[in-house]
Every structure is written in structure tokens, then in C-alpha cells.
């Protein structure tokens, strides 16, 4: 049994945040799928890839040409093609190659990604995909693998949506109970040069290169109406083993000379005796490596005692995930149980301890009014974060907020999803229209640079973060 796994080619909208950085996804999945014997060939159709010097049009295209897709998959014959969508907005090539491979190929296609289990029957409209894997991926790719080669029927598969003769039939997800049933990713079926190396992070931040990313645990209990991680990874917090953990980390550092890690956990420090027994494994490795945080982490877990043991064990930076400094939007519009005291305290603790601090906040949900948005303008200068990433509200698939977006009219049903971009306002309310938002969204930055620019905090210690070509490195 052969099965090729594709992270399709991407479209980026100009003036869009652009990073491509290593498909962690596809890697667990190779690495599940050979557990179990199959043959596995990944091809990352945006491994390597910049944006173009030149574009023309509103949009550009990134990635590897479908006919060089078309050829690579043909040399390797697979017997089921995996294809991931990790974003609402790469769905559409993500169609468009599909639709050429089953067309040139004729091989069983199955899709997964966060769009598909949010949307799986608008995915299984298009005759181009055969199964759509929803939630968890490694489950349900595995099963269709023992379909394909033994026959194994397919109606008791946790996760797959398919087509039978009756329609098409949903089998409800069920998570892993124990995530380190899973191998750690196959790093070997990457050429990990084009990853380690590259310019293009998640977050922009690189301290010191070659960098890796990792997750330590999947599923978030939080209710934040405004994402979408609970399709794929549940409610539940599982956590892996913290030896285990750190010993991908040493792999890492002796098989590809890697010298930080970006946990890219939706919920690295939720659970504090976890989050302490991980720093304190790590440091008493002595890796010689650091560590940062691309995603926003829970502000009301973070206390000086854990702050202490993550500098110990080599984190540089943190992402706070704040996201609004009015508490009536955290509270009833966001459903976010944040302390913007604690985002305050945790703040003066990282200053003391020289660790960089990066804010995430949102602008723009539905019944906030430009009174709440000055709030957090407010907050962002108090706290004078030496990063902050003001995003607009995005309704996306598979959250709250997208369900109050279509039940309110504020976008249709079949609109065009690439314009769902954090850095772009998709919807207007009665309270603030798309273009005051913008408006709002530039007087945060303006607002935020120009506090940084006079605060004393701008007096560097030696390890102020200063931005290089893209990267941020140690000044």
C-alpha cells in the first residue's frame, strides 16, 4: 500500500501575512501510516517557496505548478492520495489540484484539514474527493488504507465522512485518548534544509537558526468564540508524554543541528504541573537550545514561578493572548476568561526576567463598539508589549463567531473565502462598518509604535529583540 500525502499550492492576498513553515500535520501522519507498514511519500508543494518579486493582480499564487504536482504523484503511483487544507482559504487550490489529479490519476482522494472538518459536506459536494477526514486525521486515513487493501468495511470509522448509496454518511469524531500512540513526526520523509532554515515562520521570530516547530499537546477546553481548533482537536487537553517531548527535541538537535524549538500548542501552559514538569526536563537536558511560543498562550496560567522556569529552560519570548482590553468584549462577545490584571503582571514579570513579550489582540466582533476598540488601544499602550499583532475579526468556518455572522447577515452564506484574511475586515455590524475598522486597526499600530517609541522599555537591555530581513534575531 502506497499513499503520497500533499500540502497543496496556496494564494496569498498582497498585503497578506505570508509564512510558510513545516507541515506538522502531514508529518504525524507519515509517521502513523508507516507505523503500520504503508509506504509514505510526502510532497510539499510550498516547501522552499517565497513570495514573488513581482506579482500581478490582487492575488498570487505560491507553490509548485500542477503539472509538476501531476508528475511527481504519477511517479510515485500512490494507491490513495492524502491531501491537507489546513485553512479556509487554501481550499480553493486545494480543488483545483484535486480535480486535476483525479482527472489525470484516478486514484481515491481524501481531504482533511481544519476547513474540512468544520465544512464536510460542503467539501463532499465536489466529486473530486472520495472521503473527507474529520477532526484527528491519523484514525481515519488508516482505516481507508485497510479498506483499500483488505476490504475492511468503512462504516464504524470514527472521523470519515463518505459517500454510500443511501448519501453521504458522517461518522462523528472521536479524539485520541492517548496521544502518544502516535510516533513523533516523520521528519525524515522532509527535506528539513527547506524548514530549518527559512526566513518565513509562523510568527516572524528567530532567534537563532536552524529552528524547528513542535507540539506538546492537543485539544483546547477554552470557548473562544472567535476559533476553530476544537474541530480538529477536540475539547479535551491531552497531553504527551514530557520525556517523550524532550526527546524530539534532542532528535531534532542532533539529526538537523537545531537550536530552537516554536511550540505551536493552541495550549502550551493550561496545565501548570505539566508546563513546569516540561521546563524543568528541559533544562536539566542542557540542550543548549531556546524556545518561543507562535501562538497566543492562556495569560491567567502564567505566574512568576512558571515565567521562572521557562526562562530557565530557554524561552526567549511569549505570545499573550489577550485579545481586547475591554472586559464586556472578553467576557460576552468573546467568551474569553482573561484577566487583563494578569496580562498586566505577567507582562512586569517577563520585563524583569528580559524576556521579549508579544501581545495578540482583536478588533472588530460583532457588537463591539468603537468605545470597547479604544479600550484595547488603551491596554496595548499600557502594557507597551515589544510585539503586538492587531488582527480584524474572522468569522471562520466551524466557530461561533461565523454562526453569528451568517445568522445575522453580516456575510452570505456562499461568500468568497479568500477574503478571509486576519488582516482585512470581511464583515461590518451596526456598531462599526469595514471601513472605520480598518481605520481602527491602523490607529492601533500607530498608537502602539508611537508608545513603544517613547517608552523607557525601548532602552534596551542586550537582549532586546530587533527585526533583521524578516527575522528576528538578538540584537
Known amino acids: 500500500m502506497k499513499v503520497l500525502l500533499l500540502n497543496p499550492p496556496n494564494v496569498f492576498r498582497s498585503g497578506d501575512d505570508f509564512y510558510v513553515t513545516f507541515p506538522l500535520g502531514l508529518a504525524y501522519l507519515g509517521s502513523y501510516l508507516e507505523s503500520h ?9 510550498l516547501a522552499g517557496f517565497e513570495p514573488p518579486n513581482e506579482r500581478s493582480g490582487e492575488f498570487y499564487r505560491v507553490g509548485l505548478r500542477d503539472d509538476e504536482i501531476i508528475n511527481q504523484v504519477r511517479r510515485f503511483a500512490p494507491d490513495l492520495i492524502g491531501i491537507t487544507c ?61 479498506h483499500l487493501s483488505t476490504g475492511q468495511p468503512l462504516r464504524d470509522i470514527k472521523g470519515l465522512v463518505r459517500r454510500t448509496p443511501e448519501g453521504i454518511a458522517v461518522n462523528d469524531k472521536v479524539p485520541f485518548d ?32 536552524p529552528y524547528a516547530t513542535m507540539i506538546t499537546s492537543r485539544g483546547c477546553p477554552l ?58 526536563e528541559i533544562a536539566a537536558r542542557n540542550l543548549d537550545m531556546v524556545w518561543t511560543t507562535p501562538n497566543g498562550v492562556y495569560v491567567n496560567a502564567l505566574d512568576e514561578n512558571a515565567l521562572r522556569a521557562a526562562k530557565a529552560a530557554g524561552c526567549y519570548q511569549l505570545a499573550l493572548a489577550v485579545e481586547s482590553g475591554s472586559p464586556r468584549v472578553l467576557k460576552d462577545l468573546m467568551k474569553k476568561s482573561v484577566s487583563l490584571d494578569r496580562g498586566r503582571a505577567v507582562t512586569r514579570a517577563m520585563r524583569q526576567l528580559e524576556m521579549g513579550v508579544y501581545f495578540f489582540f482583536i478588533i472588530g466582533m460583532p457588537g463591539e463598539t468603537e468605545e470597547d476598540v479604544l479600550r484595547t488601544i488603551e491596554y496595548a499602550k499600557e502594557v507597551c508589549p515589544d510585539e503586538a499583532y492587531f488582527s480584524i475579526a474572522t468569522p471562520y468556518p466551524g466557530t461561533e463567531l461565523y454562526t453569528t455572522c451568517l445568522e445575522r447577515g453580516y456575510i452570505p452564506k456562499n461568500y468568497d473565502v479568500t477574503l478571509l484574511k486576519p488582516t482585512q475586515p470581511l464583515i461590518e455590524t451596526e456598531w462599526l462598518s469595514r471601513k472605520r475598522i480598518a481605520e481602527l486597526c491602523a490607529f492601533a499600530y500607530s498608537e502602539w509604535e508611537a508608545t513603544k517609541k517613547s517608552s523607557r522599555f525601548n532602552e534596551a537591555p542586550d537582549t532586546a529583540l530587533s527585526r533583521r530581513g524578516g527575522v528576528y534575531t538578538f540584537a
Not at 491531552?238 to 537550536?259: A, I, W
Request: hydrophobic share 35%; proline share 4%.
Open 86 to 146: 489546513a485553512y479556509t482559504v487554501q481550499f480553493p487550490p486545494a480543488l483545483e489540484i484535486a480535480r486535476k489529479l483525479k482527472q489525470a490519476i484516478r486514484v481515491p482522494i481524501i481531504i482533511g484539514g481544519a476547513h474540512c472538518s468544520a465544512l464536510p459536506l460542503e467539501v463532499m459536494e465536489y466529486d473530486c474527493f472520495d472521503y473527507v477526514s474529520v477532526g484527528e486525521g491519523e484514525g481515519p486515513l488508516l482505516a481507508v488504507c485497510a
Open 223 to 280: 470557548e473562544c468564540t472567535f476559533c476553530s481548533v476544537h474541530n480538529i482537536w477536540g475539547r479535551n487537553n491531552r497531553r504527551r508524554d514530557v520525556k517523550s517531548t524532550v526527546d524530539e527535541m534532542q532528535h531534532l538537535r542532533d539529526e538537523y543541528g537545531v537550536r530552537e524549538i516554536h511550540f505551536e500548542d493552541d495550549q502550551l501552559v493550561l496545565n501548570k504541573d505539566y508546563f513546569k514538569s516540561l521546563c524543568e
Open 178 to 209: 492517548n496521544i502518544d500512540r502516535i510516533p513523533r513526526p516523520a521528519h525524515h520523509l522532509f527535506d528539513m534544509g527547506k524548514y530549518i532554515n527559512s526566513d518565513y515562520s509562523h510568527n516572524g521570530f528567530v532567534m537563532r537558526k
Open 37 to 45: 507498514g504503508i509506504e509514505v511519500r510526502v510532497l510539499d508543494s
